[in-house]
């Protein structure tokens, strides 16, 4: 499986963005997608996962601000991103967990600055 992730840019403080994360084919809904970002100088940290039949889990830093959601009609995952801040700067990547493999995207650079 491949995943492209899409939807980075520069925003200013308070600003949106939506990522997309396209598969490269038909992903089940039972299995887990999620998004991660890394800053510069940081370690990888997750950010949110779904999966069918459960609440979206998010990291407490985003929780209120960022909804991840997917359309598995369209085989993409989605981070809306709201009232972003300097600290979200970081290159997000999408990721499919698949029994004891992982598939990571490229990642999209996300950038909030004045």
């Known amino acids: 499986v491949q995943l492209q992730a899409s939807g980075g840019g520069l925003v200013q403080p308070g600003g949106s963005l939506r990522l997309s994360c396209v598969a490269s084919r038909t992903i089940h809904s039972s299995l887990v997608m999620g998004w991660y970002r890394q800053a510069p100088g940081k370690q990888r940290e997750f950010v949110a996962s779904?999966?069918?039949?459960?609440?979206?889990n998010y990291v407490d830093s985003v929780q209120g601000r960022f909804t991840i959601s997917r359309d598995n009609a369209k085989n993409t995952l989605y981070l809306q991103m709201n009232s972003l801040k300097p600290d979200d700067t970081a290159v997000y990547y999408c990721?499919?967990?698949?029994?004891?493999?992982?598939?990571w995207g490229q990642g999209t650079q996300v950038t909030v600055s004045s």
């Open positions: 990721k499919l967990k698949y029994g004891s493999e992982e598939f």
């Open positions: 779904i999966r069918s039949g459960r609440d979206p």
